[in-house]
């Protein structure tokens, strides 16, 4: 009996517990990519994709001389990029700063209540976020209103809107990164910062010179594996929020594949922008991936 054999006798349970994992990722993430045939034909539902007649790359010819393309592209990687930016800068800060509490259970309520958001869907948040950024009776222009600033319409203003989302992004997901930061934290050599501090440095300069050095690697190795998202600037958050005023600033990639295809039902073109989109992202993860293992020594295998 060779090596391979009784390796198969013992772990054949632990493959088998694979089966359901793979069926419901071929039913549900393979067969539909059938579906990219529609990019390269003019698709016509009650013919289907096999009676739809083919046009080559007329759908993604349509897409280069759509006149808002360029706009769409600026929109999704200019709000994904403040996001990215501004969801690495507040979960570092907020960490350092839990870090530094004596108390462990205010460490832990807070750690609890910035963790809360994140599992809310954005559907309910949209709600809380119109009514409280309303300029008629949301809460936010009361306040501005006793400080003598005029109402202003954050949902629709293209001056607004990109830092509505991003904020109110961060505010959501902050705990979640807060959490991987501390965890980090716990890592770093405590005789560090005694040294640190034999050496008559104060907890800022700990900070400078211990705390975000330890932190480092898991920081990079974040970035690194964002950079993924560069055209994943968040539909379900701006579906719930946007409205036509504002798709000169909100319109990104997902909302535009969606009134393509559902709304105009240009299924063909829909398909295309997001087979595009596809092939852009599957290039940044790929970028990521090797960023993660050549400067952090990060592997998924």
């Known amino acids: 009996m060779n090596v391979l054999t009784r390796m198969w006798k013992r772990e054949w349970p632990l493959h088998l517990m694979l089966v359901p994992g793979i069926v419901l990722v071929l039913i549900f993430s393979y067969i539909p990519m059938a579906g990219i045939t529609m990019a390269f034909q003019k698709y016509v539902p009650n013919k289907g994709l096999f009676g739809s007649p083919f046009i080559g790359l007329k759908n993604f010819q349509l897409l280069m001389d759509y006149p808002d393309i360029g706009r769409i592209f600026f929109n999704t990687v200019y709000i994904a990029v403040m996001k990215i930016v501004a969801g690495m800068v507040v979960p570092v800060t907020i960490a350092i700063l839990l870090n530094e509490l004596r108390k462990e259970w205010v460490k832990r309520t807070f750690q609890t209540l910035v963790y809360l958001p994140h599992?809310?869907?954005?559907?309910?948040?949209?709600?809380?976020?119109?009514?409280?950024?309303?300029?008629?009776?949301?809460?936010?222009?009361?306040?501005?209103?006793?400080?003598?600033?005029?109402p202003v319409f954050f949902l629709g203003d293209n001056k607004?809107?990109?830092?509505?989302?991003?904020?109110?992004?961060?505010?959501?997901?902050?705990?979640?990164?807060t959490i991987v930061y501390l965890a980090a934290l716990t890592g770093i050599n405590p005789s560090l910062y005694e040294a640190a501090?034999?050496?008559?440095?104060?907890?800022?300069?700990?900070?400078?010179?211990?705390?975000?050095?330890?932190?480092?690697?898991?920081?990079?190795?974040m970035f690194t594996l964002s950079i993924g998202n560069v055209l994943n600037a968040g539909f379900d958050q701006i579906f719930n929020l946007y409205s036509p005023p504002v798709y000169e600033s909100a319109d990104i990639i997902d909302t535009f594949v969606y009134r393509m295809g559902i709304e105009q039902a240009q299924f063909g073109f829909a398909t295309a922008v997001g087979l595009l989109k596809s092939v852009i992202s599957f290039v940044f993860v790929s970028m990521s991936y090797i960023l993660a293992y050549r400067v952090a020594n990060y592997r998924i295998f």
């Open 119 to 150: 599992f809310l869907s954005w559907v309910l948040l949209s709600g809380i976020l119109i009514d409280v950024l309303s300029p008629s009776s949301g809460i936010l222009n009361q306040v501005l209103g006793l400080f003598g600033i005029d």
């Open 160 to 177: 607004w809107f990109p830092y509505v989302m991003v904020i109110s992004d961060v505010w959501k997901e902050f705990g979640f990164g």
């Open 197 to 221: 501090e034999i050496d008559g440095a104060g907890r800022f300069k700990q900070t400078l010179h211990v705390t975000l050095p330890g932190m480092l690697p898991i920081i990079v190795l």
